[in-house]
């Protein structure tokens, strides 16, 4: 299956760089995400991803994070290198 360069960072695999282009988040969480560092233009690491695919951990501004498919898959953005 190809992959394209818009993706969620649920759909990330281990190694993938992804720059943020869009949160569909709200209240609380997004606040919270925004101040950790996941805001439009950042890039973020895919550390790695649990075997059943939740939790996964993530890096963005030399902060290590875990995010459940519930946040993850509300972030939005584009692939610019595949681990």
């Not at 969480?29 to 550390?47: H, K, Q, S, T, Y």
């Amino acid at each position: 299956m190809a992959r394209t360069n818009k993706l969620t960072l649920f759909d990330g695999v281990k190694g993938d760089l992804i720059k943020i282009s869009t949160l569909r988040l709200e209240g609380i969480m997004r606040r919270r995400l925004l101040d950790l560092g996941f805001v439009p233009g950042a890039i973020v690491e895919v550390l790695r991803k649990s075997p059943l695919g939740d939790p996964i951990a993530f890096r963005v501004s030399s902060t290590s994070i875990a995010l459940r498919k519930e946040e993850s898959i509300r972030i939005e953005g584009e692939l610019i290198n595949h681990g």
